[in-house]
């Protein structure tokens, strides 16, 4: 049969083709929050908010974490699932490959005494944590996408039931205890701008990937109409496990970058960061009933997040405030999408 050829910007029968990307949607909502708080700045604290490169450039680390894991959530929510799981397999990634970064020495200094393997376990390579920490993420990953795809689970409880169950991993693995003192290999992974680099390389490898190949159409065909692209011929039980692989990989990237960055990892890490992962696609465009949505799209979500959480600090706008407004500026944009789809005719 022929191969259905879907994309983000599709025609429904019936309707006129947009000429307004979502993307330019976000993009100018990111501009305007920029503008606004760039004025508050000058107004409040007599500052510029953006004219500053060492302010900007926090700002696009505290973000890049949770980006690296929206790069995979957003494959996961345009087949028309979701990914309860991402922050507990960072925590459980996190903490695993931190006790195979372990420095038994460094600078001189002794750390035997304090490191979570032996003596024998110390100072192995970088690959080595790398390794187990991907491995970890990619079987999390298939676990939730066979449950999904061939049991017929429901995606959200699918992997609910994997964010309690990876967080229980994390905490067997160590008793509860933070792991700390990495080698310098593994402290490389998170130093300066890495994490950025790491999330751009991440970030334009599935949006090439998402636009121009096979695995892409695959992907938005079976957001849009499963069956109808399992009677096209697609596999669809087996890409989806595939999509769910890479978020579940992509949340083991995160949690490497992380427990690098922090120099210390603990079970508890992670917490939270799959909502703002699914928040920063919401925001950025992608439709949480499927099919439509992009890799550049949730890039911006993730800068309008930062910017939000950036400038509400520079504001000092006390924390809860910064949640309740976060949680307002998210149901807005899932609003917003859900009328976008009405005025298409895609749901009722």
């Known amino acids: 049969m022929a191969e259905i050829a879907v994309n983000p910007g599709r025609a429904v029968a019936g309707k006129p083709r947009t000429t307004w990307p979502l993307e330019l949607n976000a993009l100018v909502g990111l501009l305007a929050i920029a503008l606004i708080f760039e004025i508050a700045g000058?107004?409040?604290?007599?500052?510029?908010?953006l004219l500053n490169w060492q302010r900007l450039s926090i700002m696009i680390l505290q973000v890049s974490v949770v980006g690296i894991i929206a790069v995979g959530v957003t494959q996961?929510?345009?087949?028309?699932?979701?990914?309860?799981?991402?922050?507990?397999?960072?925590?459980?990634?996190?903490?695993?490959?931190?006790?195979?970064a372990q420095a038994g020495t460094r600078n001189g200094q002794d750390f035997t005494d304090a490191v979570f393997w032996n003596q024998g376990w110390t100072d192995l390579p970088v690959f080595m944590p790398i390794i187990v920490g991907l491995a970890l993420g990619l079987i999390a990953g298939l676990v939730?996408?066979?449950?999904?795809?061939?049991?017929?689970?429901?995606?959200?409880?699918?992997t609910l039931g994997m964010m309690v169950s990876a967080r229980g991993v994390a905490k067997w693995w160590t008793n509860g205890e933070a792991v700390s003192n990495p080698t310098e290999g593994f402290i490389s992974i998170g130093t300066g701008m890495m994490p950025v680099i790491i999330l751009l390389v991440v970030g334009v490898f599935f949006h090439l990937l998402l636009t121009y190949t096979l695995y892409g159409r695959h992907t938005y065909a079976i957001g849009s109409?499963?069956?109808?692209?399992?009677?096209?011929?697609?596999?669809?039980?087996?890409?989806?496990?595939?999509?769910?692989?890479?978020?579940?990989?992509?949340?083991?990237?995160?949690?490497?970058?992380?427990?690098?960055?922090?120099?210390?990892?603990?079970?508890?890490?992670?917490?939270?960061?799959?909502?703002?992962?699914?928040?920063?696609?919401?925001?950025?465009?992608?439709?949480?009933?499927?099919?439509?949505?992009?890799?550049?799209?949730?890039?911006?979500?993730?800068?309008?997040?930062?910017?939000?959480?950036?400038?509400?600090?520079?504001?000092?706008?006390?924390?809860?405030?910064?949640?309740?407004?976060?949680?307002?500026?998210?149901?807005?944009?899932?609003?917003?999408?859900?009328?976008?789809?009405?005025?298409?005719?895609?749901?009722?």
Request: proline letters at 1%; aromatic letters at 8%.
């Open 76 to 100: 996961v929510i345009i087949t028309g699932g979701i990914d309860l799981s991402s922050g507990s397999i960072v925590g459980m990634t996190a903490l695993i490959a931190m006790s195979f």
């Open 225 to 348: 109409n499963a069956q109808a692209a399992r009677m096209s011929g697609i596999n669809v039980e087996r890409h989806l496990v595939m999509v769910y692989a890479i978020a579940g990989m992509l949340s083991a990237v995160a949690g490497l970058v992380a427990a690098s960055r922090a120099l210390t990892a603990q079970s508890g890490m992670g917490q939270m960061y799959e909502l703002d992962a699914i928040a920063i696609a919401v925001i950025g465009g992608v439709s949480l009933i499927g099919g439509r949505g992009s890799i550049v799209g949730a890039g911006i979500g993730m800068l309008i997040f930062g910017v939000i959480i950036s400038g509400f600090t520079f504001l000092q706008v006390d924390a809860f405030y910064q949640e309740m407004i976060k949680g307002a500026i998210i149901v807005a944009a899932v609003v917003a999408d859900i009328y976008r789809q009405k005025k298409r005719g895609i749901v009722d």
């Open 42 to 49: 000058w107004m409040v604290r007599e500052q510029s908010f």
């Open 144 to 158: 939730n996408g066979a449950l999904i795809a061939y049991t017929k689970i429901p995606a959200f409880i699918a």
